[in-house]
């Protein structure tokens, strides 16, 4: 072993490996035994021995001194100087959400969440109680700097016990927020303390770790965001967070219903199903990081954004090295995880990010619905009116025109899909919004509207000479067909035959005999 540990003996400084402390505690034992099988006088302390030294650590073991998350922390928890907004970071945005602020007591910075009942709205209208922090769903984020000390309180306002976990924050364990396990619940009443020094950077979340199902699927959660101490490059022009959940709620109803497994309804950004999500803005050039945190009740969510590729450059365990890094259009958010994609804004447009599971681009859907694709319904349509005179029936072609049909949908229930936008209905909904990018703003705050897109680089009706000069049917006539051979199920072999190369061989040689 190459690790050594410096003792002091007879006043001679001397250097003890690994196998010497060993094979030292070897010899003392053996020495025990025999003393003890002899039956002997317990062992008196020599008065020119000097003290044995303590007990020493093995320093073999690496992953404390190797994990650089923990070089920030003294013993005594002694902690940096609070960051400053604006000085040591650039402040994150958070489209439908905000920050929570915090005032400095001796240097700590201190937080107050209050866990109490909410009432949210989804999408214009669709509105339903939940549970959330501080007036709003989820929580508001909470951002702080890497070598900062916090302290936060969490009061519980709600009707049932409680707790909060500091989701990959590395800390001590009775800060760590799981209910029995590693503190108490925080009755209806009570305010409970948290308080430890942050050790890490990077993109993490918190959330209630009591009856989970039921808490964590009325919305107590949130966003925790530690910036670097000494952050490496350039800061990003805008920073956002969002936050992926999902929810069950069934048309007409005033609650989420936590206790569903696979049928959520409702996927959102930031508690919010497009067409209420906010826009992320930001011009032309800007540096952009996306901060993604995934804490839906059980799906991993594939989020795609048009129009650029990205960069990965965290996961909640930390920073990617630039080597490890490879660009994408999608990235995906296992349940429990975060992800922080970055790139620049170098390509002005409107430009669709959502997750590309398409039924979480749904709002309300059911499942378990008949197939009416292809359907000519018109002769039920007629015997059915004779009872309700403004049945139809939906879905022969798809749902993509369910928005513009302009049908009145039950009280406190939004469309299926989407919204008008500039070119066109916009037939998707739930985890879906926009990254507005524009050569210039007034500024961040105000939606810039919709984006005019320069002349030659809007897609559009084909004109007739178009057609013809390029030789096209407007019939689709023209255009190449998959051929027969192309479209053929592959007939796989008959597992009778099988043709080994011993086989070969023998068949050849056989025919090159026979051939003789």
Not at 71 to 77: A, F, I, K, R, Y
Request: glycine residues 12%; proline residues 9%.
């Amino acid at each position: 072993m190459s690790t050594k540990i410096t003792a002091d003996a007879g006043h001679t400084q001397r250097t003890l490996t690994r196998r010497d402390v060993l094979a030292t505690s070897a010899l003392a034992g053996s020495a025990m035994l025999l003393a003890g099988r002899a039956g002997a006088q317990p062992p008196q302390p020599d008065p020119n021995q000097s003290e044995p030294a303590p007990p020493q650590p093995d320093k073999d073991f690496k992953s404390k001194e190797d994990n650089p998350a923990r070089e920030n922390v003294p013993p005594g928890h002694e902690h940096f100087p609070p960051g400053e907004p604006g000085k040591d970071y650039t402040p994150v945005v958070v489209p439908n959400g905000w920050t929570l602020p915090y005032k400095v007591v001796d240097g700590v910075k201190v937080f107050h969440l209050v866990a109490e009942e909410v009432e949210h709205e989804f999408a214009p209208g669709l509105k339903a109680t939940c549970w959330g922090y501080n007036g709003g769903v989820h929580g508001p984020v909470i951002e702080v700097v890497e070598g900062d000390r916090v302290r936060i309180f969490v009061t519980n306002k709600l009707t049932a016990p409680t707790t909060i976990h500091w989701h990959g924050v590395l800390l001590p364990s009775g800060m760590d927020g799981v209910g029995g396990l590693s503190q108490k619940a925080i009755l209806p009443g009570e305010t409970f303390m948290y308080e430890f020094t942050l050790v890490q950077h990077g993109t993490l979340m918190y959330h209630s770790h009591h009856d989970e199902m039921t808490q964590m699927g009325l919305g107590l959660t949130g966003m925790f965001v530690i910036h670097p101490r000494n952050p490496k490059g350039p800061r990003p022009d805008r920073d956002f967070v969002l936050l992926l959940h999902e929810w069950k709620i069934d048309v007409g109803a005033k609650r989420p219903d936590p206790n569903e497994m696979t049928d959520f309804n409702i996927l959102t950004f930031n508690a919010k199903a497009f067409p209420g999500t906010q826009p992320l803005i930001a011009k032309r050039g800007d540096r952009i990081r996306i901060r993604i945190g995934n804490l839906s009740a059980m799906s991993h969510h594939p989020i795609h954004l048009h129009g650029y590729y990205f960069m990965i450059t965290e996961t909640d365990g930390g920073t990617i090295p630039d080597a490890g890094q490879w660009p994408e259009t999608t990235v995906l958010l296992p349940v429990g995880s975060t992800r922080t994609v970055e790139f620049t804004a170098d390509n002005p447009g409107d430009w669709a990010m959502h997750c590309h599971m398409t039924h979480h681009l749904m709002n309300q859907m059911g499942e378990g619905l008949p197939n009416m694709i292809g359907v000519d319904t018109r002769g039920l349509d007629k015997q059915v009116r004779n009872l309700l005179p403004d049945y139809m029936a939906m879905g022969q072609t798809g749902m993509g025109d369910m928005g513009t049909m302009g049908m009145k949908v039950p009280d406190n229930s939004i469309p299926m899909l989407g919204a008008i936008g500039p070119k066109d209905e916009i037939t998707m909904g739930g985890m879906f919004t926009i990254l507005k990018v524009r050569e210039t703003l007034s500024n961040y705050d105000e939606d810039p509207g919709w984006y005019a897109d320069p002349p030659g680089t809007l897609a559009s009706l084909a004109a007739a000479e178009a057609l013809r000069q390029n030789s096209v049917a407007n019939d689709g006539s023209t255009a190449p067909r998959a051929t027969a051979e192309a479209m053929r199920s592959w007939p796989q072999a008959d597992p009778g035959r099988l043709h080994t190369p011993s086989e070969s061989h023998r068949n050849h040689g056989s025919h090159d005999g026979g051939g003789r």
